[in-house]
């Protein structure tokens, strides 16, 4: 699924922590002068229970929390959204916060296992992105009534300056998707590796997106039709699929194009900097658009804390905190008004996505149970190049 997305290599950012100058994240002030409202710390000592992934939060963020609030906070770490999920919808999940894609917003909202947000109780509500805002409102939190936003990221195109200049002969910027998915410009850049993430939605999403048909279609034919296309037009010129290994590899030199996640690859272009200063990485957003993903703090039902959770929502909701988490996570927040504390990375939209390039992107839904099966038989084709008959795609016969 492509909610694993970079959370499953935290691991990386740890590797930075030493060896690179970019973690501002270090310099944290927990000093209340910084935050944009105050803190009023409970009388007596509250506790918060909290799930995170591992290492996927600055570490200075709930020491100062727990500081300024007086408030004890229990982090759990959780290893899969659907087993977060699963104890949310539950109504009984032990937590007063958790931290979760957005894609499952729509059926924890339908089946009121969260809690609808009191506005009022977030001051900080006023310094958030709308443009980010209006975007999860179009499919996962329509009127943005339940989750705030923790981080956000895109899929895009990571390229070896470099090697890409050398097979093509002259400088290129891979800006497209027709660099991953039209075997004319695929087949020179299989010459220096290739990879494609091993996510049927991120995949499937952005050919279908690219081709110009709506990349949430529960059309089972258009499907077919990409699989077909992706076995011929595609697998051929790829080096593999999959979505831990290629950042070592890229950062290596021994890939030269990738379709990657924002934050796993921004990471993997600045290591490149320590550790092969020769390579020279890069990071861009197709022209055409792409995936823009989102990862919530939310209030589910059942919390037995809840002035401690809008006092913590609204605490990473801070332009400071939210900037300083930034910097360590190596991802955009959903905060205005912060730029001044964000590391230089950040100054590249293809890092930190102007408005308009926002609104160019499109948001995944969740597929009902029986398409996805059909979709991920639709992948293990295309992964394996298995060429196959056609169910409900019927090509025109000449």
């Not at 409102?137 to 989750?147: C, F, K, L, T, V």
């Amino acid at each position: 699924m492509l909610l694993t997305k970079l959370k499953k290599t935290s691991y990386i950012v740890a590797l930075f922590i030493g060896c690179s100058g970019l973690l501002s994240a270090a310099d944290f002030q927990c000093n209340e002068k910084l935050l944009s409202s105050p803190i009023t710390p409970f009388k007596t000592k509250q506790t918060l229970n909290f799930t995170n992934w591992a290492d996927y939060m600055s570490p200075d963020l709930i020491p100062c929390f727990s500081k300024l609030s007086n408030t004890r906070v229990r982090l759990s770490y959780t290893t899969d959204d659907n087993m977060t999920r699963a104890k949310v919808m539950t109504g009984a999940s032990g937590f007063d916060v958790i931290e979760q894609g957005a894609l499952y917003l729509p059926s924890e909202i339908k089946s009121h296992a969260l809690i609808q947000l009191d506005k009022s109780k977030l001051p900080n509500w006023a310094h958030r992105n709308k443009a980010i805002y209006d975007k999860i409102s179009e499919i996962n939190d329509p009127g943005n009534n339940y989750a705030v936003v923790y981080t956000y990221g895109t899929t895009g195109i990571a390229y070896n300056v470099k090697e890409v200049a050398k097979v093509f002969g002259h400088p290129v910027v891979p800006n497209s998707w027709k660099y991953l998915f039209d075997p004319t410009y695929l087949k020179t850049l299989s010459k220096c590796g290739v990879s494609l993430l091993d996510e049927p939605e991120q995949v499937f999403g952005n050919y279908f997106y690219y081709a110009g048909i709506d990349p949430n279609t529960t059309d089972k034919a258009a499907y077919e039709k990409a699989a077909l296309y992706l076995i011929k037009n595609v697998r051929p010129y790829i080096k593999y699929f999959d979505s831990n290994k290629y950042q070592n590899d890229f950062t290596a030199g021994n890939l030269c194009v990738v379709m990657g996640y924002s934050g796993d690859v921004v990471r993997s272009v600045e290591r490149a900097k320590e550790i092969n200063p020769d390579q020279i990485l890069k990071y861009v957003l197709p022209a055409e658009g792409t995936n823009i993903w989102f990862d919530m703090l939310m209030i589910p039902k059942g919390a037995k804390n809840l002035d401690a959770a809008y006092a913590f929502l609204n605490f990473n909701m801070d332009p400071y905190v939210a900037a300083m988490n930034s910097n360590y996570i190596y991802q955009p927040n959903g905060v205005v008004d912060n730029s001044q504390y964000l590391n230089d990375l950040f100054k590249d939209p293809n890092v930190n996505p102007t408005e308009a390039m926002i609104k160019k992107m499109y948001v995944l839904s969740m597929h009902p149970p029986e398409l996805q099966a059909f979709v991920s038989k639709m992948w293990m084709y295309v992964k394996y190049g298995i060429n196959f008959t056609p169910k409900y795609y019927h090509p025109k016969q000449k």
